[in-house]
């Protein structure tokens, strides 16, 4: 059991869990309190010594009954139900169908006698499936279909509409032929789920078998290939991440030797001249950006969207003020929510009231409604950022719109996630649209876009 244990705890690891070595000895001594007899207390125990975080019980619960469990889900025998007249007919039945059921005799049998597979037949199945290479849980559902085919149970469905259609044929009563079909059904989904148990509780000893794996740094992984647990650690990490550009930000509000005189630095810097002025000291105060947000929340752009605007509006004290909107198929103001509540409230609501949904993003008519609505925002002191990747599915990209907002305000930038050799591609509009832009940043990861927030903050 110990080496079950071992095995499962590094198959978690493997998963992602964090499980310390401490933690591992912890689940060993309490188990060994509490027994392994019950196996709701051995889970609860297992559970309560290693998963730290809600959002890792579902990985553990997924986890722990390819470890801990039989792998042989209830089978019924059929024949032994069926009344002598009824097996007869179903003998009858198989003979006439013999030339088309000859290479699924034995499955036949096996799905009327209730036989599960045995470990060899499994094992013999999943080498034939290329089993034995998988070494990742999202390879599952590929290795349970090529084992369903490699044991029959795909060819055998059509085999079985036509057996009830001879059997119907041969006089076989309505009622009869609906519980034979319900339990050769239920039998065959019990041989299915065996492999499906196989499978999966294979592939995690393969994964439990690796050499733990170095994570890569989440600020660095690109933000399209985040797990959901990935998602939420990085969420803490743009608090962090906007502390620390506020401190780099505030270093930035020194004093410089052109701009408004101060008497009071120039009086402290020549009292070594015993107080007759000799150097002039001036100040002028870094200016802070006036921002104008445009963000496409379509599905590809959902949560580089969330940490941007959350990561902005952590860093609401270093800019003079902020206006931002999102788009799909048309602009939405949002600046009032993000106003009124605390940053990821605030972002956490937008996305929940504005989700993605069968309409495709029009950033050609979003920027119309801006043209109608919210030009006035624009002066020689705006910034305009927008944030997307340029797709327009191949509507009117107004350009013009574009090219005026970049004449009327001081700057505008983009923060496009794919790089350049995508550009064009299909319904990209991106080479156009950088045409009148005065600068494009890459943010394909968090630390991309922390990196050009700090930018933008730095060129206020």
């Given at each position: 059991?110990q080496?079950?244990?071992?095995?499962?705890i590094?198959?978690?690891?493997?998963?992602?869990?964090?499980?310390?070595?401490?933690?591992?000895?912890?689940?060993?001594f309490?188990v060994?309190h509490?027994g392994?007899?019950s196996?709701?207390?051995?889970?609860s125990?297992m559970k309560?010594t290693l998963v730290k975080?809600?959002?890792?019980q579902?990985?553990?619960d997924?986890?722990?009954?390819?470890?801990?469990s039989n792998?042989k889900?209830?089978?019924?025998?059929?024949?032994?139900q069926?009344?002598?007249?009824q097996q007869?007919?179903?003998?009858?039945?198989?003979r006439?169908?013999?030339?088309?059921?000859d290479?699924?005799?034995?499955?036949?049998?096996?799905?009327?006698?209730?036989r599960?597979?045995g470990?060899?037949?499994?094992?013999?199945?999943?080498?034939m499936?290329?089993l034995?290479?998988?070494?990742?849980?999202?390879?599952r559902?590929?290795?349970?279909r090529?084992?369903n085919?490699q044991?029959?149970l795909?060819?055998?469905?059509?085999?079985?509409?036509?057996?009830?259609?001879?059997?119907a044929a041969?006089?076989?009563s309505?009622?009869?032929?609906?519980?034979l079909e319900?339990m050769?059904?239920e039998?065959?989904a019990?041989l299915?789920e065996?492999?499906s148990?196989?499978?999966?509780?294979?592939l995690?000893?393969?994964?439990?078998?690796?050499e733990?794996?170095?994570r890569?740094d989440?600020?660095?992984?690109?933000l399209?290939?985040l797990?959901?647990g990935?998602?939420?650690?990085?969420?803490?990490?743009v608090r962090?991440?906007?502390?620390?550009?506020?401190?780099?930000?505030?270093?930035?509000?020194?004093r410089?030797?052109?701009?408004n005189?101060?008497?009071?630095?120039?009086?402290?810097?020549?009292?070594?001249y015993?107080?007759?002025?000799?150097?002039?000291?001036?100040?002028?105060?870094?200016?802070?950006?006036?921002?104008?947000?445009l963000?496409?929340?379509?599905t590809?752009m959902r949560?580089a969207v969330e940490?941007?605007?959350?990561?902005?509006?952590?860093?609401?004290?270093?800019?003079?003020?902020t206006h931002?909107?999102?788009f799909?198929h048309?602009l939405v103001?949002?600046?009032?929510?993000?106003?009124?509540l605390?940053p990821?409230?605030?972002?956490?609501r937008?996305?929940?009231?504005n989700?993605?949904g069968?309409?495709s993003t029009?950033?050609?008519?979003?920027?119309?409604?801006?043209?109608?609505?919210?030009?006035?925002?624009?002066?020689?002191?705006?910034?305009?950022l927008?944030?997307?990747d340029?797709r327009n599915?191949?509507?009117?990209?107004?350009?013009d719109i574009?090219?005026?907002?970049?004449?009327k305000?001081?700057r505008?930038?983009w923060?496009?996630p794919?790089?350049?050799?995508?550009w064009?591609s299909?319904?990209?509009?991106?080479?156009?649209?950088?045409?009148?832009a005065?600068?494009?940043?890459?943010v394909?990861?968090?630390?991309?876009?922390?990196?050009a927030?700090d930018q933008?903050?730095a060129d206020?």
């Amino acid at each position: 059991m110990q080496k079950r244990m071992i095995e499962f705890i590094r198959a978690l690891r493997a998963a992602g869990l964090r499980v310390s070595l401490a933690e591992s000895q912890d689940a060993m001594f309490a188990v060994d309190h509490t027994g392994v007899r019950s196996r709701a207390t051995f889970k609860s125990t297992m559970k309560a010594t290693l998963v730290k975080n809600q959002r890792d019980q579902p990985i553990f619960d997924y986890f722990f009954p390819l470890f801990f469990s039989n792998n042989k889900p209830p089978l019924q025998n059929i024949l032994e139900q069926m009344t002598e007249d009824q097996q007869a007919l179903l003998q009858e039945a198989m003979r006439s169908l013999m030339g088309e059921l000859d290479a699924l005799r034995d499955l036949l049998g096996r799905l009327l006698e209730g036989r599960e597979f045995g470990g060899e037949e499994l094992q013999r199945l999943g080498d034939m499936s290329g089993l034995p290479q998988g070494d990742e849980m999202y390879m599952r559902s590929w290795f349970e279909r090529r084992m369903n085919r490699q044991a029959g149970l795909t060819q055998l469905e059509r085999m079985l509409e036509d057996l009830l259609e001879e059997l119907a044929a041969l006089g076989m009563s309505e009622e009869a032929l609906a519980d034979l079909e319900e339990m050769l059904r239920e039998n065959m989904a019990g041989l299915s789920e065996q492999i499906s148990q196989y499978v999966g509780a294979t592939l995690a000893e393969q994964m439990a078998e690796q050499e733990p794996r170095e994570r890569p740094d989440l600020l660095d992984v690109p933000l399209q290939r985040l797990s959901s647990g990935d998602i939420e650690d990085l969420r803490d990490e743009v608090r962090r991440l906007a502390a620390r550009l506020r401190t780099r930000a505030a270093l930035r509000q020194k004093r410089a030797k052109t701009g408004n005189f101060d008497p009071r630095k120039t009086i402290r810097k020549n009292m070594r001249y015993g107080g007759v002025p000799m150097e002039a000291q001036f100040r002028k105060r870094h200016k802070k950006p006036s921002l104008i947000l445009l963000c496409d929340l379509s599905t590809s752009m959902r949560y580089a969207v969330e940490f941007l605007l959350t990561l902005v509006y952590e860093l609401s004290d270093q800019v003079r003020r902020t206006h931002s909107f999102i788009f799909i198929h048309d602009l939405v103001d949002v600046s009032t929510t993000l106003a009124e509540l605390p940053p990821r409230e605030a972002v956490a609501r937008i996305m929940a009231e504005n989700p993605p949904g069968y309409y495709s993003t029009d950033l050609g008519n979003s920027l119309n409604s801006f043209q109608k609505e919210h030009m006035h925002l624009v002066d020689s002191r705006s910034t305009i950022l927008f944030f997307g990747d340029g797709r327009n599915n191949y509507n009117d990209p107004r350009l013009d719109i574009a090219q005026e907002m970049q004449r009327k305000g001081r700057r505008l930038i983009w923060f496009c996630p794919e790089s350049r050799r995508q550009w064009g591609s299909g319904d990209s509009d991106m080479w156009e649209y950088s045409m009148y832009a005065d600068k494009v940043f890459l943010v394909n990861n968090l630390r991309q876009l922390a990196d050009a927030v700090d930018q933008l903050l730095a060129d206020g």
